[in-house]
């Protein structure tokens, strides 16, 4: 079940600089789509999320932006900062069910 | 701020012995969520529960597996008959509805 996916396993940036990390779908049934970090030995922390009804979503540092034509979300980080490093997962919920689907994380190091 | 809170953090147990997770939702939400993460992969839905009762289940949730909210506060996750392959990080994660989830630390489960 490969509906929610992210092609790139890791990512290496450095700091004060831009981090984006991307993700695609294919369940067009989805509409409503959202960022988690994670750390080791933690549990998912909830980032931003953004509907199918907006193509942008802004929260300080963060932005997700949603391209429903080509089922592509892209998270920007900027500026970037060591305490970004972790597993950042997208995520994917439709219609009337709550379950969310997830993609399998990139792993971001921000360099000092 | 409140958080979803999950014990113990670490369990071992043999192979055929039952097990019981235990999480504290959120005190005002409403929908509550195990997930699990075998090692390396994706996390994965379990099962929702709303108003006490299942509201979703995947295919992995078989009758292995139960639920319940035993009070007002803690939501539990039962594996009757343990097998390795439930060897996984579980979380429980909580919401007021068609929002983000919230999820706790996780247990680790470890099937000997």
Sequence with gaps: DQQVKQNSPSLSVQEGRISILNCDYTNSMFDYFLWYKKYPAEGPTFLISISSIKDKNEDGRFTVFLNKSAKHLSLHIVPSQPGDSAVYFCAAKGGATNKLIFGTGTLLAVQP | ?112
């Excluded at chain 2, 108003?51 to 506060?73: A, L, M």
């Design chain 2, 1 to 112: 701020e409140p958080e979803v809170t999950q014990t113990p953090s670490h369990q071992v147990t043999q192979m055929g012995q039952e097990v019981i997770l235990r999480c504290v939702p959120i005190s005002n939400h409403l929908y509550f969520y195990w997930y699990r993460q075998i090692l390396g992969q994706k996390v994965e839905f379990l099962v929702s529960f709303y108003n006490n009762e299942i509201s979703e289940k995947s295919e992995i949730f078989d009758d292995q597996f139960s639920v319940e909210r035993p009070d007002g506060s803690n939501f539990t996750l039962k594996i009757r008959s343990t097998k390795l392959e439930d060897s996984a990080m579980y979380f429980c994660a909580s919401n007021k509805g068609l929002t983000e989830q919230y999820f706790g630390p996780g247990t680790r489960l470890t099937v000997t």
